[in-house]
Each structure stands twice: as C-alpha cells, then as structure tokens.
C-alpha cells in the first residue's frame, strides 16, 4: 500500500498522516493569489500562457516540480518541460524517473530497476498517463517560468548525455532514444556506476 494514501484517519502521535507537504502545497495552489518560493506570483497573461500550454495553475506547478527534479540547468529545464508537454498532448504516460522516485521514497540518485516500474501509486508516471496527483517538490520561481515559456520542439524522449555532464540528449523516435540510453548505460558501466 502507498503510504502517501493511507486511508487510516489522522491519529495524533502516529505515522498515519498523510503527504503533509502534498496536502499543504494542494491548498496552496487552491488559492487564486498563491506565491511559490515567495516570488512567483499569477496573473492573467501567466494564466494565458499555462491554458496555451493545455495547463491550468496547478498542472503548472505539478510540472515544473517535476522539471524542477530532473534537472539544474536553465539550459535543459524548458527542452524537458516540452517534451512532457509533447507527450501529454498524445496521450503518453510522462515515464518520468522522478515521479517514480517520489513514489518509491528513493532519494539515493541510484539507477531504477525494471520491479520499481510496476509500483502502484498515482506517481507512478510509467503505469499512469497524465500528470501526477500533487507536486513532488516545491518548484523555483525559474523553473515554473521555464515552464510556461518553454519553447515547441518534437521531442518525444530525453536522457541524459552520455558525457555525463548534466545535459540531456533527446530523441523524436523510441528507436532513437534507445540508442541514446544505450549509450548513457554504457558511460555509467565504464566509470563503475551502479
């Protein structure tokens, strides 16, 4: 069972509360004047800007914590948003290593394994299509900016460089992105990295 989705009822003293920082950032977004890192702040073009992208505030914020996550370049934060976007317009799942890293609790940067594929949470963007039920992170005011300015491009795949350097590689095909992540296993065996 997912311990974000207990059913159990709040019980003080206990481990039986929910997502504190989901729930929290759930009636943060709630709120039409809401401020993230206290300096992001909505208004109408923003709000015109995330409907462009098929988004309301809150699939916004969902995504840039997940962009937030995958990466720290500026450079690479609106190619990964995009490619999310790409595949949610065509119905994908988001197969996001992040989202399953949260669902899992794994913080150790450690590859994923074939069995975490098959967990069953909502953050499990391999098993489920669309976004996740809450943010996996408090996103950067730059990041959710990135986000909402994020250029078109018809990525459908990313993974990191096999220069291991921060930097993605990216791929129109599944084809071409297994090529990629070929590669990218290749470098991390080469340098013993499990």
């Not at 993974?159 to 921060?166: A, M």
């Amino acid at each position: 069972m997912d311990h974000r989705f207990s059913s159990a009822p709040l019980k003080y003293g206990t481990n039986n509360i929910r997502s504190i920082n989901s729930i929290v950032l759930i009636i943060l977004l709630v709120l039409s004047s809401c401020s993230i890192n206290g300096s992001f702040r909505w208004n109408a073009v923003r709000v015109k800007k995330a409907e462009n992208l098929g988004l309301n505030k809150s699939g916004v914020i969902i995504l840039s914590s997940i962009v937030e996550k995958e990466t720290n370049l500026k450079s690479e934060k609106g190619k990964v948003a995009r490619v999310y976007l790409n595949r949610l317009e065509k119905n994908m799942p988001l197969q996001s290593d992040q989202t399953l890293r949260y669902a899992i609790g794994d913080t150790s940067g450690k590859r994923l394994l074939n069995s975490n594929l098959n967990i069953d949470s909502p953050f499990n963007t391999y098993k489920f299509k669309g976004l996740p039920p809450s943010p996996i992170c408090k996103p950067s005011r730059e990041t959710i900016l990135l986000v909402l300015n994020c250029k078109k491009h018809p990525y459908l795949y990313f993974c990191p460089s096999p220069e291991l350097d921060g930097g993605f590689v990216y791929a129109t095909t599944y084809k071409e992105h297994t090529a990629n992540v070929k590669r990218y296993s290749e470098a991390l065996n080469k340098m013993n990295i499990k």
